[in-house]
């Protein structure tokens, strides 16, 4: 039997991504978003929504781009931070010992320790209450080399991304199949 509950967002797990942004006077800041996710393949599109209130969304109105850096299990302590603390009174690339990577598309940092990364430009902004849905194209995407495998395939899951559910981070689990597994013949 399940219970009811009042309507809301219970859409988990989301990805945990630091968004890194340049306000128009320069100043770099990450801001943690887990309400994101691919809006279209042709073209890449994606989204992030955000609360007008938040101090990044002033650059992001602004300047119309920002990067996604992917986190992982040794982010997990950078990326709560960058969630809860305000870019305004901190500089959280340095409180959180991130090294700023230079972008190829746009003008902003990019999160040399962040496994993917992923330059946007706003395509439109949607005002639909509590926040803001910034749709936005991928530019350029940059993968650490790291983590690719032998057969020239990029394995995320060795950088061991974190996910983020109701009020909770996570690491990922095992492996239950690859795309298709359910009708593959054996």
């Known amino acids: 039997m399940k219970e009811t509950f009042k309507a809301g967002n219970m859409l988990y797990p989301l990805p945990a991504v630091l968004v890194s942004t340049r306000d ?20 890449p599109m994606l989204y992030i929504s955000v609360r007008k209130s938040r101090y990044s969304y002033k650059a992001l109105h602004q300047t119309k781009v920002f990067g996604i850096n992917l986190t992982t299990e040794k982010l997990a302590w950078a990326t709560d931070y960058c969630g809860v603390v305000s870019g ?62 032998e057969n020239g395939r990029f394995a995320l899951e060795k950088a061991k991304p974190i996910v983020y559910s109701h009020g909770t981070y996570f690491s990922l689990g095992k492996e239950l199949g690859t795309f298709g597994y359910s009708v593959k013949k054996k």
């Open 24 to 43: 128009a006077d320069g100043k770099d800041n990450l801001m943690t978003v887990a309400w994101t996710g691919t809006v279209c393949t042709n073209p």
């Open 88 to 149: 305004s009174t901190h500089d959280k690339f340095k409180e959180c010992h991130l090294t700023k990577e230079k972008a190829d598309e746009i003008d902003v940092s990019l999160v040399a320790e962040s496994p993917v990364t992923i330059e946007c430009r706003i395509n439109d902004e949607r005002d639909l209450g509590s926040h803001v849905m910034l749709l936005a194209y991928v530019l350029s995407v940059h993968v650490d080399s790291k983590y690719m495998d």
